[in-house]
């Protein structure tokens, strides 16, 4: 499953993610915001690592407006690798090499036409495992 998470910062930049996921039959949950009403990042990306740390298989999306905040919160949890990406290429990398489980993105810096194709190449690229499986693996402090 995947979950998407905002700030109000992120809300406009979630809400257009949204209309991509939906024209592509990608099944999604909101776990807002739900406006542009200023909130606190932490409070959606603790609620966003939570769902994402449910399942192996779930995946996350978390913006801000700088997508420093959000990434900051998220990484804090054992377990979620969260990429704030700014390119496809960052997208790509963060799955294949870092099994990122949590794409984050700034909703202030980013177009959505960009976003989309960040998106896009996130959710469609698998983790390469080999030689960086136990570089993943040292991530987590216990």
Avoid at 2 to 8: M, Q
Avoid at 19 to 30: M, N, Q, W
Avoid at 101 to 119: F, M, P, S, T
């Amino acid at each position: 499953m995947l979950f998407l998470a905002s700030d109000h910062a992120g809300f406009p930049l979630k809400e257009s993610l949204k209309k991509v996921l939906t024209e592509r039959e990608i099944t999604f949950e909101d776990l807002g915001t739900n406006s542009e009403e200023s909130v606190d990042y932490p409070d959606f990306g603790h609620a966003l690592a939570e769902k994402v740390l449910e399942n192996a298989d779930n995946k996350g999306v978390g913006i801000c407006g700088t997508g420093l905040g959000i990434s900051m919160t998220l990484n804090r949890h054992a377990g979620i690798r969260a990429a704030r990406c700014v390119s496809i290429e960052d997208a790509e990398l963060s799955r294949q090499h870092n099994n990122a489980n949590v794409l984050v993105l700034a909703g202030r810096q980013l177009d959505a036409k960009l976003a989309a194709e960040i998106l896009t190449k996130f959710l469609a690229t698998e983790f390469e495992g080999g030689r960086h499986k136990k570089r993943v693996e040292k991530i987590d402090i216990a």
